[in-house]
């Protein structure tokens, strides 16, 4: 039923093509000149299969919405382990473990630190203090800044050696991918455990969806006007809406055709499987700058499945700044590429369907379709123009122009505005959803700069890795006055550890786990609170003050407590300014909260391992009988 309807969708799009291209007379008769002719006969097979593949897009998708596919199951039943790249990442790798070790107890994560030039390692090994599932893997020179799948290599070595254990343990070890400003959904590894996913023993890899975690930023560009902040407030919607629509929408189709793609943030494959890739590549990351569609290729070739997971997500930073965007989706252009050097090896393979080698061939066709467009589109209309004098600016020749744009190019891109309203339960409205369909017009044509400068890149050679900024990079937390009532508090009352203690019957080291614990979350929380007043949600703010100034009592952080209750008093007074205000003085002073803790825990823990010489004669009681003088 659905290759009948796609080959009726085919046939359909193909006569309209052809009356638009061919027949209307707009791009020069028919049988006028031969490279003419071919010229409209490839635009007409392209104009075909664009809006044969957007409509299987549409269809797959808004089906998936309707039919979520993917069932939870126990993540228990597997071994998880998170790389985490990083590159000069002290402004945002703090968190992304905090959120990582916080929802996911039982994961190990391993930050690899490329050689960075900043704070980064020192950061991690903080961390490490308050739990010991946080790893760092320090890349030095001339090992390091080779490329992220190096890195990923390496790392992938030493958590091999760590995991140890025989093929079928080494089978339910999942290995995961997060960017450094990676954040995963509470119910990642549920869904990644269920039947769909690594339930499954034939299922080699998983991918999840990507979100935006600062999509309602209001001020995403904070140190510049309102309507460069308007632009980038724009340019970070479009990122959510790309993933969380085009993009997903082309992983449910691959479910299908059984050609899920890999993606560098939120993948997860077993250790196995990397095993076997080492087997037969030397290593399971290749080299080219888009090593994470390599690695699900790869996989491919070796007969297993992959799939995809859109019920669960990873949230990932926007960015707000045209260039930066121009070169991180460059580097990504490049590197897809570069994999269409995978196509032969997936051919002679016969793992393959012939749905999903027509999904992979049609995918990577794309810059080279692309360019055909930018080429002859224009040349086309040009000629037409000069030929056509007079008949060329008629009204028909006009209305066939008008109706031929919004087939072609304005609807197979508009209509992901509506879609990305359902598919994130209204969180924009009808509206907006109009106002973004449109804007994404212009977004996609972006995608014209990305392939011509990757097409240059190629061409001449250079292949060079270039790390994307980050939002934050190069921001300083300056010093906060503080007024004399919060001088005055103590950062912690440690009398209140004691009585911790003396709960838990007894156990100082349950006391100060309790306390490592609300370490380890405190960037977690920071990060919510800054996000929330940055999107100017007073629901969420207020969620977030309460979670700091409740957890802060707990432990007995008297200074945040208080710190946190002003914010509050401020939020309930309406004056949203003044919670932006006070927002640096609460960072800073749960950071040097932190920095308190980690110097208690420390010692604390030493005391406790340090062994302590028993002596046999204080340790031995006996009765005995005093006389009375």
Known sequence: MRTAVTVCLAVLYALLAVVVFGLSGVFGGVGEALWRDVAVLLLTVVAACALTYVSLLLM??????????????????????VLVPCRDEESVIAETVSAARTSFPDMHVWVIDDASEDATASVVQDLMVFDDRVHLISRVAPEARTGKGDALNAAYRIVSDHVGGEAEERHRTIVGVLDAD????????????????FGDQQIGAVQLEVWMKNRGDRRPRPEEGTLRNAVGRLLVRMQDLEFRTTNSAMQVLRVRTGTVGMGGNGQFTRLSVLDTLTEEHGRPWGKKLCEDYELGLNILGQGMRNHYVREAHVSQEALPFTRRLITQRTRWAQGNMECASALPGLRRSGHLSAAGLVEIHYFMLQPAVMMLNLVLVPLLLILGALEERGGFWSASTWLTLVLAGLIFLVMPYAAWGLVYRKATGGEV??????????????????????????????????????????NADGRRLLPVPLSPALEALPLMRLEQLEELTAELEGRSDLGIDFVAGWAIMWPTRSSRLERAIAAEDRSAIRDAIGSVRVSSAMVGAARLEQAATDLELALGSGDLEACRAQLPAVTAIGQETVDMLRKEVSVRRALQQTPHPVDAALTEVRMVTVPRG
């Open 60 to 81: 797959s998708f808004l089906h998936a919405l309707r039919h979520p596919c993917t069932s939870a199951g126990n993540p228990g039943a597997l071994q998880w382990h």
């Open 182 to 197: 990676g954040f995963l959904s509470d119910n990642a590894l549920g869904l990644l455990a269920g039947p769909e996913s």
């Open 429 to 470: 409205s009808v509206l907006g959803a109009l106002g973004l369909g449109i804007a994404n017009l212009a977004y996609v044509y972006l995608t014209y700069v990305y392939y011509l400068r990757a097409t240059w890149r190629a061409v001449t050679g250079r292949t060079g890795w270039a790390k994307t900024r980050r």
